[in-house]
């Protein structure tokens, strides 16, 4: 079965810079900004498990699995 | 966003709350919840009294009343009771529940009138500037208590038990998926629900108690929370500083407010009008 791959979405209008997702990712996806908020800079590690998106509390995080090619 | 999120908000996001908050996890859980249940928004009423947590009706697109301090149930039980149809939700926060509405909550446990109540515990009152609640645990520090709270705090969940709740749980906001499932559990119970969700408040709180980062306080949680069945294989002492997660009371033989009001009135006058 092919490995699945995601993709992570942050909407950054919405972000508050707290860091929750950054810290529970078990995947080290994302990276923060000069600002605090969080960036997606390695979206082909992501595993799904959706923590970042449970725990988000300004509701901007999306993981998306992908179709497979 | 989430479909499911778009779907139950309103369009006037980002919210008030500050980095962190717990009240937008647990705003996002019950969202997930009503959406697993095809509940529709248009048959819907949200209330909520005074407080951060009470600022959750108004980014959620469904009737939504915005009431009193601590008179959230009040309000709630008169809708419930003019629209039996309708499904209602409380929204409450530690001390909009059980200080100032208080004895509202537990009136309202002993009524069972069919609706849910979510008490969004931060131990705090964070919108007034973090004054110590009900729910500060004996020795946390707040504003009004800067060498540690000599109060001892209430076991919200023990309290509505004892005040004939028929259906009682607590979840936090570390466990999002488990909260859900709460929720939706709550929701589905015929009777009065109250799930009690610990969260987080990393300004007003855990500055003051030496857990100002959100995502530490989120590990507090995580380390400070027991599942009910773990919790019933540990000692006193290890579960002095923890909270029980799970559904920790349901009795489903209790009468049911409306129903008994409804019979009340086909015995006495021959039905509602």
Redesign the interface.
Known sequence: MAKKSFDVQVIAKLCKACGICVSLCPKNVFDRAADGKAVVSRPEECIGCVSCELHCPDFCVEVMEKEAE | ??PA?QKY?RDN???I?????????V???WARAVDELGLDKNNMIGVSGIGCSSRITGYLDLHTLHTAHGRALPFATGAKMARPDMDVFVFSGDGDCSAIGGNHFIHACRRNINMTLIVINNNIYGMTGGQFSPLTPFGKKATTAPYGSIDRSFNLCDLAIGAGASFVARGD??H??QLTDLIKAGYQHKGFSVIEVIAAC?ISYGRRNGIP???DM??YIKEHTVMKAAAEKMSAEELADKHIIGVLQEINEAPEYCESYAALCERVQGGTK
């Open positions: 966003m989430k999120y908000f996001l980002p919210h709350w500050c980095a962190g908050c717990g009240n937008g996890i705003m996002s859980a906001i570390f999002a998926k990393p980062n959100p995502a989120m590990q």
